[in-house]
């Protein structure tokens, strides 16, 4: 195939995941991009790097700090910076050249930068500190309008607030400002908040690293005076966390502090360095309380005006405490900030009673409102957040366990005030609003949608509007716990980051969002939570009240990094886990001699929440072990570690025959007779060929015997479909995506769900609610069917063993009532799409492939004659090569472009 068409531009073009990154922590940073061109079958040759001192010296060609030269690779992404070691808070300035598949080189300009932040842990001269002692105030009195049982029971911290003023006697040039807390921050500059970011610095284990932002200041400043400020609050480090909301447990520490520095580079030439010290001003204000679980608190009456602009007077505050140092690592963010995504507007508003208003946003959400308001001084309103409303119409508060969920507001008085908490979040669709003046219209609330800003990466749709509401839910459930770590839920008394709910679903949050960069940081959270044993932990970051070692959660220390090797050829991050993931094994290989996973799974879980269909527990350890076999056989094999990749190979064909012998008769039972035992045999290939097709019926009985209806829990929920499909049944993997009957993601739908239930009865027509004792209605795990949308509704996968989707499967599988479906991936080497419908008895399927890729696209036509593209006979169609008829249709093979097929009955 030849391509046609200008030369390749690079698109694009990103650095360690991001577009010019500002405080990046990485001393060799990798560099990618996007070849992009017009035709078929476009292929980069050849590549050039620059890397300049500045744009003025990038824009005359040159890279003074490093140049590749021309490099004869089709390379476009993890390209690893090796040119002189970098210094902190250098920009470097880059550029690159592509040459095609005819040595043409691209002639655009396309240019980016990225930024070192503070790489020596002497760079940093500012000190921790904190509020001053002295000017901690107490609660609120019992009996005050806003008295609570968990206000007075547990004693929480008021925010607090920081300041320094400073003059700058030169124009700055250029100002950047590295900042952290133990606690959460927001930094301000003369009286304007710095970046949009929320919930800085992100959770890690504060003891051992804490992350660092990096802020480009210099539009903020000014010569003369100027003010830096913070205010700070308890987030995961003071605040209630996790099951410790029971009783206040301090997981990390008892007090938030601040460690700031700016760097000022002035026209003169001169570089003045501010840091946090005890010379800083301390104080509180209008925030009483803001706690993560339990909500936050904002007293208008007592707001400090414009303390954060100069000339403020601040001689009732008083000097900053110095806070305790610490030789815990300060990193640089790896993964994208928190930020406000998204803003919903009221569905309805209902007036319950004088003052009090349930208000339905329409869709289950994490983040918090904003409200307007007018009223007379000292005026108390409360917002309840909650995700369902109770038979009564009022809102359901039982499955928030002891999270609060709960917002006040005090009014100053003298005009319209508006109300928004930024140190705390909620998970909810509904917002009870008690106490507020006059009538509550829809312009004056809104629900603020906050979540990791992770890039959009594909999108999805069909014919059938409940598959449509199903994969929005899917969406909106990632949304809401991607949120600094991949949490279980948004609610309640728990939001950690449980490892299998991430692995799980993680195939499905690739086709989603670009996640490269989320867990890559979430990686180093798995490790630093790693037992000395060499036991992965069932959470991260850890909390002390969970465990490690369970089967299929702690096996997400292997299963994750594969993952993202196979999506975005991420071989650095294999690298660098590669000796924390051998000491798994090593755990794994010592408990267990016979090769059968029956000791050291601590918790155990099994497969949570499954249907009255419980799997041997030992059974779904030995294969998820089984997994973890193969993918560091594939992981070792990727890094050139042939001897471990045979060693790994080896130990999979142990464990496979133990499991055979130990859990599998002559007629293909798997012990247990559960969904889930038959998908984890099938899905991980621990069954011999001749026995496959057995297990395969008894599956199939086991779902007619429940009147094709699921039972699967968190962990064989993913398997389903796809393993249907694989063997034969996407028939009856499509009635089981389309049931509306319980159990099925159609009951919780017909039944007003927005988001992925924790179970699969979390609220039934004959129970109503399940327990509160467990029962989210935003967990995502169940919605690793998402997968399978993509992959075999719309038909984007990758050939077995491709790496990125350098080699692309475009293979649809038609079903139930669909007649038309299409999807987008937007991945690491371009946009994958793939989009088929049913016109009478014409199947046609429009496809595109991205440049540097292959595809193999199947079609259901068993003849050539009966396809056209274009069209065209095939014969005749540009850049499509005829491989032959299997089992599943046509196989063509094409290169990159766009193609319209098109089959005829017959």
């Not at 086709?511 to 060499?534: E, L, R």
Request: hydrophobic share 40%; charged share 25%; aromatic share 10%.
């Amino acid at each position: 195939m030849s391509g046609t068409g200008t030369p390749l531009e690079p698109h694009r073009l990103r650095c360690e995941y991001q577009v010019d990154p500002i405080g990046l922590g990485e001393p060799r940073p990798r560099l990618s991009w996007e070849p992009v061109g017009e035709g078929r079958g476009r292929r980069q040759t050849a590549y050039r790097l620059r890397v300049a001192s500045s744009a003025e010296v990038l824009a005359t060609g040159t890279g003074d700090v490093w140049d590749t030269g021309k490099v004869a690779s089709d390379a476009t992404f993890g390209v690893a910076y090796d040119g002189p070691a970098l210094t902190s808070g250098t920009r470097y300035h880059w550029t690159v050249v592509l040459w095609d598949e005819h040595d043409r080189p691209s002639h655009g300009d396309a240019r980016a930068f990225w930024e070192m932040g503070l790489l020596e842990p002497d760079a940093w001269t500012a000190q921790w500190i904190a509020v001053n002692d002295e000017a901690i105030p107490g609660v609120e009195p019992p009996g005050s309008p806003t008295e609570s049982p968990y206000e007075l029971g547990r004693w929480m911290e008021p925010a607090s607030y920081l300041r320094k003023e400073f003059a700058i006697d030169a124009p700055v040039r250029r100002a950047r400002a590295y900042v952290t807390a133990r606690g959460l921050y927001e930094l301000h500059l003369n009286g304007r908040v710095v970046g949009d970011e929320v919930l800085r610095p992100g959770w890690t284990d504060y003891h051992r690293r804490i992350q660092v932002q990096a802020y480009d200041v210099t539009p903020y400043l000014q010569e003369g005076v100027n003010c830096v400020g913070a205010i700070l609050a308890d987030g995961w480090y003071a605040g209630h966390l996790g099951f410790s909301s029971k009783q206040r447990g301090f997981l990390y520490g008892n007090r938030s502090s601040l460690l700031a520095q700016l760097h000022l580079d002035l026209e003169d030439g001169r570089t003045v360095v501010i840091g946090s010290d005890p010379s800083w001003r301390s104080s509180f204000g209008d925030i009483l309380y803001a706690d993560l679980l339990m909500g936050q608190k904002i007293d208008h009456r007592r707001s400090l005006g414009a303390w954060d602009a100069a000339g403020y007077d601040d001689a009732g505050w008083l000097p900053a405490d110095p806070a305790p140092p610490t030789d815990v690592a300060l990193v640089a963010s790896a993964a994208p900030p928190v930020r406000v995504v998204d803003e919903l507007e009221p569905a309805s508003i209902e007036e319950l009673g004088p003052g009090v208003f349930t208000v339905d946003f329409g869709q289950n959400a994490v983040g918090w409102v904003r409200l307007e308001v007018e009223g007379d001084a000292g005026t108390t309103l409360e917002v309840r957040h909650a995700e369902a409303l109770d038979a009564d119409g009022t809102v359901y508060l039982d499955n928030l366990r002891t999270a609060e969920q709960r917002d006040v507001f005090v009014l100053a008085g003298g005009g319209p005030e508006v109300f928004e908490p930024r140190f705390t979040f909620h998970g909810f669709r509904y917002a009870e609003v008690r106490g507020y003046p006059g009538q509550l219209a829809a312009d004056r609330i809104r629900l603020r949608v906050v979540a990791t800003d992770v890039p959009p990466a594909g999108s999805f749709a069909c014919s059938n509007e409940m598959v449509n509401r199903l994969h929005s839910n899917i969406v909106w459930g990632q949304r809401g716990n991607y949120l600094s770590v991949p949490t279980d839920c948004p609610q309640r008394d728990e939001r950690l980051g449980w490892t299998s709910d991430a692995q799980a679903f993680l195939r499905t949050g690739t086709f989603i969002a670009d996640v490269a960069g989320f867990f890559s940081k979430w990686m180093t959270d798995v490790t630093d939570a790693q037992s000395p044993n060499g036991a992965f932990p069932d959470v991260a970051p850890r909390i002390h009240m969970v465990r490690d070692g369970a089967p299929g959660w702690a096996d997400a220390g292997v299963l994750v990094p594969w993952t993202l090797l196979e999506v975005y050829g991420d071989m650095r991050l294999v690298e660098r886990l590669w000796d924390p993931m051998e000491r798994w094994m090593d755990y794994l290989r010592r408990a267990n001699p016979d090769f059968v996973r029956a000791h050291r799974r601590n918790n155990d879980y099994g497969d949570w929440l499954h249907v009255d269909a419980p799997t041997p527990k030992d059974l779904l350890a030995t294969a998820f072990w089984a997994c973890d076999a193969q993918a560091m056989a594939a992981m070792a094999q990727a890094t050139g570690r042939d001897e471990r990749a045979t060693a790994y190979r080896e130990l999979f064909e142990a464990i496979r025959l133990r499991f055979v012998d130990h859990y599998v008769s002559d007629d293909g039972t798997v012990l247990g007779d559960s969904q889930t035992g038959y998908l984890l045999a099938l899905a991980f290939d621990l069954l011999p060929e001749g026995l496959r097709p057995k297990a395969t019926a008894h599956l199939v009985r086991t779902i007619d015997e429940r009147a094709g209806h699921l039972s699967t829990g968190f962990l064989g929920i993913r398997f389903l479909a796809p393993v249907l499909t694989a063997v034969g049944r996407s028939d009856l993997a499509y009635r089981l995506l389309l049931n509306e009957t319980y159990p099925s993601w159609g009951y919780s739908i017909r039944h007003g769900a927005t988001t992925i239930w924790e179970r699969w009865d979390g609220w039934t027509e004959e129970r109503g609610f399940q327990t509160p004792a467990m029962n989210s209605l935003n967990h995502y795990a169940f919605g690793s069917i998402g997968e399978w949308l993509y992959r075999s509704v719309a038909g984007i996968d990758q050939e077995p063993g491709a790496v990125a989707y350098d080699r692309i499967l475009i293979r649809p599988q038609l079903g139930g009532d669909l007649t038309w479906a299409r999807a987008s991936y937007h991945g690491i080497r371009g946009v994958v799409r793939s989009a088929w419908k049913l016109e009478g008895n014409t199947f046609e399927l429009e496809v595109e492939v991205p440049v540097n890729t292959v595809a193999t696209v199947v079609l259901p036509a068993r003849a050539v004659d009966a396809v056209r593209e274009g069209g065209r006979p095939i014969p005749d169609a540009e850049g499509v090569v005829v491989h032959g008829v299997d089992e599943g249709g046509l196989v063509l093979e094409v290169g990159s472009g766009s193609y319209d097929f098109a089959v005829a009955p017959g």
